[in-house]
């Protein structure tokens, strides 16, 4: 619980974006593992799920908030590939 309080507060004084998204990932997977510890101490298996839903809502809200903060970055950048046979010489 020490480190979920750790983690929040370099959330809270990070200084940069990427820091901030950076703990607030971490402070979304130590939530995750406290609620499936719970649900293991419980035998109530079904908050597994919110688990889940908890860290892919968090996984997707993450990388939505990198694509806003580096929009121009995203883009695939791929040499232009030349057709193979051309490159191959027929031997006759």
Same mark, same amino acid.
């Given at each position: 619980m020490i480190l979920v309080l750790?983690?929040?507060?370099r959330a809270i004084i990070g200084s940069t974006l990427i820091d901030r998204l950076i703990s607030i990932n971490a402070l979304t997977s130590k939530i995750s593992v406290?609620?499936?510890?719970?649900?293991f101490l419980?035998?109530?298996?079904?908050i597994i799920d919110v688990a889940f839903v908890f860290?892919?809502?968090?996984?997707?809200?993450?990388?939505?908030v990198l694509k806003v903060v580096t929009?121009?970055?995203? !883009?695939? !950048?791929?040499s232009k590939l030349e057709n193979p046979a051309n490159d191959r010489k027929e031997t006759n």
């Open positions: 750790l983690v929040l507060l406290i609620i499936l510890l719970v649900a419980r035998d109530d298996f079904g860290m892919l809502c968090a996984f997707v809200g993450g990388l939505g929009h121009d970055d995203w !883009k695939l !950048k791929v």
